[in-house]
């Protein structure tokens, strides 16, 4: 029999080791759209769109580049409804010597891949990931011994390792880390010029049907889909982006303006993390625009770090750390999500504005995802596996490897600490620094507590409060407590019945929100 090679939505490149190596004439690719697959969550309408879309792009690609490919769709007759379902029947059907196939990037994926070899009366290959820059075994080797896992350090090594921004085996420029000029607050009517937007052509539009129609109740409007959802569509998008907005990626990196969804952001992981751009491609390509003189060290060396740097981080840090990752709640947060995640229905400006762009587009994007939507979860003490379910379902380019370290490291300190050095904890004072959101909201960032105050500012001690025994030990973090001292008990006690009022009046989401109750 042939090789067969089962494709992963997003596993979308012909340079995937599972292809690589293959005769043309003697394998079988087999690509499945499964109800299991769409549905562990209630992803977003547009992630649904955009991965079958781009599934069957990729198909025909692949056709006419030559190779046989069995495409099984949602609606097909006796569609099995998940991958080894899938894969039995195309053992069954094809008969093949050998199943080829690259790990899967989730846990719960990968979980049922190692039951295959002995399910299935053929050879089962696994191969590793190599559009990875770091190897698992070269990351948990790294992290062996050491108690705080910081990006920094890996960073560098990945740098050396590359050889990107390196002047012999010094930083290019002199230092490694350009963050600090990276955080200029927007100026007034700051606007980004206009990214690329891709029209939905006659597979797209077939997909958005069959979504609209089997999926009526997820979250989301599908009516923006702008994404690239082939290998052309996300060169072109990447091609605008180091031609217009690299510039100033880095100084707005950590800017937010109201109604400018996107600004200076690449909107290329989506891309990314289907397979249709490498990353290693586009740190090249970053790295040239510098050397051209098109873009400053500051921002070629932010968007550089944020992939080879953050983006290989957490992944390593993803396999390390499972599958306790998932549970963990070191700081015991019990508040279930408030409803307006989901609805967009709350008088805070910030949260609502960000809301509204991750319901229209299934984005939001970095400095939104952490310091408004994240850094309220954090601060109101939300369960963490709450918070994963929701990021996990809104973004187009979320994946568990990538949602888990980011929600529940990053934003919810849930591992207590082993990812961030101290929780990214802030009041309003940092919201109205770098947005214009507090112009327009019900409520003012420069009151501290009572009718009007900035709810993030009683939620900032509280949490403060509440979690004293231990941050304060944290080097980091431990000095506010001199401040929260010298306050005074009826002041600490202002702010502490400010945000209790606040929390009291937060209803919790409905269930059935992330996933299906039946
Ligand atoms: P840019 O700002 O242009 O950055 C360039 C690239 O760097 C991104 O495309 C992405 O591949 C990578 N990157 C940047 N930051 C991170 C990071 N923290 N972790 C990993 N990669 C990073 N990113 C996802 O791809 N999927 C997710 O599910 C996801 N969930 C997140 C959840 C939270 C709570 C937070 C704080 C961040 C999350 N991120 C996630 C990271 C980041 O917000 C998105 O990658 C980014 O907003 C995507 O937009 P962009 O392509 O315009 O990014
Ligand atoms: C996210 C997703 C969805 C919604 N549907 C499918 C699908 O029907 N078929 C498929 O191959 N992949 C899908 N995916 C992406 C997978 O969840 C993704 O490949 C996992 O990360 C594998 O670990
Ligand atoms: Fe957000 Fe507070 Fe500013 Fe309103 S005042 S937009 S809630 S930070």
Request: hydrophobic residues 35%; contains cysteine; negative net charge.
């Amino acid at each position: 029999g042939p090789v067969l090679v089962p494709i992963l939505g997003d596993q979308l490149s012909r340079q995937i080791a599972s292809i690589r190596g293959c005769a043309k004439d003697d394998t079988i690719i087999l690509m499945m759209e499964v109800w299991d697959e769409a549905t562990y969550v209630k992803h977003h309408k547009q992630k649904i769109a955009l991965i079958f879309s781009a599934m069957r792009h990729f198909a025909d690609e692949l056709r006419e580049a030559g190779w046989t490919v069995d495409y099984v769709k949602l609606d097909d007759k006796d569609n099995a409804g998940s991958f080894t379902g899938e894969l039995a029947r195309a053992v069954e059907d094809h008969a093949p010597r050998l199943i080829r196939v690259v790990e899967a990037g989730e846990w719960r994926v990968r979980q049922d891949m190692e039951q295959w070899p002995d399910k299935f009366p053929c050879d089962v290959q696994i191969l590793r990931d190599d559009r990875f820059i770091c190897p698992q075994p070269e990351f948990d080797e790294w992290a062996e011994g050491r108690t705080e896992l910081r990006m920094e350090f890996f960073y560098r090594e990945m740098r050396r390792k590359t050889g990107l921004l390196m002047d012999g085996n010094k930083p290019e420029g002199g230092e490694w880390n350009y963050d600090s000029e990276n955080r200029q607050p927007p100026k007034e009517g700051l606007a980004a010029p206009e990214r690329p937007k891709f029209e939905p052509d006659q597979i797209t539009q077939q997909v958005i049907e069959l979504v609209e129609d089997r999926f009526r109740d997820h979250f989301g409007s599908l009516e923006k889909f702008e994404w690239p959802v082939t290998r052309e569509e996300a060169e072109d998008a990447a091609d605008a982006f180091f031609a217009e907005r690299i510039e100033c990626f880095g100084p707005y990196q950590d800017a937010m303006v109201a109604g400018e969804d996107d600004l200076f952001h690449s909107m290329l992981s989506t891309s990314l993390n289907l397979g249709l751009l490498n990353p290693l491609d586009l740190c090249h390509r970053a790295e040239q625009a510098y050397r051209d003189g098109k873009a400053p060290l500051n921002s070629v060396e932010g968007f550089i770090r944020q992939i080879i740097g953050w983006r290989e981080y957490v992944r390593g840090f993803y396999w390390n750390q499972m599958p306790h990752l998932q549970t963990a709640n070191e700081l015991n947060a019990q508040r279930g999500l408030p409803e307006f995640y989901w609805t967009g229905e709350t008088d805070m400006a910030c949260l609502a504005d960000c809301i509204r762009s991750t319901r229209d587009n299934a984005h939001a994007h970095h400095i939104q995802r952490l310091m408004v939507l994240g850094n309220f979860a954090l601060l109101a003490g939300i369960i963490p596996r709450d918070v994963q379910d929701w990021f996990l379902v809104v973004y187009a380019d979320a994946y568990e490897w990538v949602e888990l370290p980011n929600v529940s490291a990053m934003i919810l300190y849930a591992d207590g600490g082993k990812l961030a050095s101290k929780p990214y904890a802030a009041s309003g004072n940092y919201i109205n620094k770098m947005s214009n959101y507090c112009a327009g909201c019900a409520y003012s960032p420069t009151k501290k507590t009572g009718d009007g105050a900035c709810p993030f500012n009683p939620l900032y001690w509280h949490f403060m409060h509440r979690h004293r025994d231990r941050l304060e030990k944290n080097r980091r973090i431990g000095r506010i407590y001199a401040n929260w001292d010298r306050m005074g008990s009826e002041k600490q006690q202002d702010y502490l019945r400010s945000a209790d009022r606040f929390l009291d009046t937060l209803t919790p989401a409905g269930s059935g929100w992330a996933r299906r109750e039946d």
